[in-house]
């Protein structure tokens, strides 16, 4: 009963406490492909060898959405947001800069989870493991909610209070449509019994 407790308060945390997306990217996919397992880096993982035959392209459809992304940011900043083209010009490059730092973030997240997941599913009682698995799950949520805030106090030295607003608003919106775009293209998530390898929780 302990065992299953635990479980199910980890399978709580995982589904409630992910963090959502910046206001400037679509993180869906940080780390380029689409769950962002650690196992699928271009050799077969334990999901079978097809995901690394798949890696690739999964690559190229990541920048390609990146790319699509960015435009349509620019798009948004100077029309929805109303901001002449330096000033978009320099909120898209402060955008810019965090995203490796994001990217990093979002990958150690999605890595504490499948190990998590692991463990949950294994019905492991190494607490130590636990414990580890855990604390890099915060550090990662920590750091993405210190890197927003970043994102914000950036755009305050480049916007108006008022331009912030409306950037704000203007970016949560196209965030939103991108994120059901991805959800779209993806399919219906699947478990790893059948071979695709997706993961099943959410991270918005």
Known sequence: ??????????????????????????????????????????????????????????????????????????????????????????VEQSLDALQPQRKELHKGLKSAKHRLRDLVESESVDQKAYQEALDAFKKAQTGLADLKRKEIDDLGRILTPEEQGRVIIALHELNRKAQHKLRERQGPPMGRGDGGGRDDWSDE
């Open 1 to 90: 009963m302990k065992r299953s407790l635990i479980g199910l308060g980890i399978l709580a945390l995982l589904t409630l406490g992910s963090t959502g997306v910046a206001i400037g990217h679509p993180d869906g996919h940080p780390d380029g492909h689409p769950d962002g397992h650690p196992d699928q880096k271009g050799e077969p993982g334990r999901e079978g060898p097809r995901r690394g035959g798949m890696y690739a392209r999964d690559m190229r459809e990541s920048e390609e959405v990146t790319e699509r992304f960015k435009q349509v940011r620019g798009r948004v900043l100077r029309e929805q947001a109303r901001l002449g083209d330096t000033t978009a010009k320099k």
